[in-house]
């Protein structure tokens, strides 16, 4: 099952525009690529899950972590220990990816089935910050998160801040690819008596389940019982 079927449909309005610079262009099925910040940030704004790569004496790594997108910048934060966050901290460069994954793609072959899917794959290099700076870009992760929590949880502590790190990333540069429609069969298949088509992948939040000391007459709020991501 390839990840890109070469048959298949493009976006029916892919935003192409050019590659900033060959890192970042999209080699295989370029006319699936975008360049600008809007489809990129539309992207990032849904996702809740980024991957880090980074590597250390020529050892490759790549992190699964939370990031907030704020200002056309990401934050990115953990403990002072990381290896992570100590590695972006010296001013390495770095490679973040984010992909959503929105439908199985079922063709009447094996060859042909794919998914569809909204990626993006973001260069740059991150920087420390402390103070009031860090302390808003702690509350502007919880919003990314959550929005509305930071009106009802506690902020951070003076041990907490010093035992956690926490990274401005900016983006030198990004790409998208996006896949999107059915699958793209062989002409001399399409009679073939199989069905063929998409199942639809979405990110469906289940019902809140209140941690045991939540006190009986503390309602839940709105924004847990209506949580919802941003759809581009």
Known sequence: MPSQDPSAPVPADPSGGSAPSDRVRVRRLPERGAYDRETVDAILREGLLCHVAFAIDGQPYVIP????????????????????????????????????????????????????????????????????????????????????????????????????????????????KVRAGPPGDEPEDLALPIWAGVIPLTQVPGAPEPDEFVPADVPCPDYVSRYRRPTA
């Open 65 to 176: 972590m939370t990031y907030a997108l704020i200002d056309g910048r990401l934050i990115l934060h953990g403990s002072k220990a990381s290896r992570l966050l100590r590695t972006l901290a010296s001013g390495v460069s770095a490679c973040l990816s984010v992909t959503l994954l929105d439908g199985l793609v079922l063709a009447r072959s094996g060859f042909h089935h794919s998914m569809n899917f909204r990626s993006v794959v973001a260069f740059g290099r991150a920087r420390p910050i402390e103070g009031d700076e860090k302390r808003r870009a702690l509350d502007d992760l919880v919003e990314f998160l959550i929005p509305g929590r930071t009106e009802h949880a506690r902020g951070p502590d003076e041990r907490e801040l010093r035992a956690t790190e926490v990274l401005v990333f900016e983006i030198e540069e990004a790409s998208a």
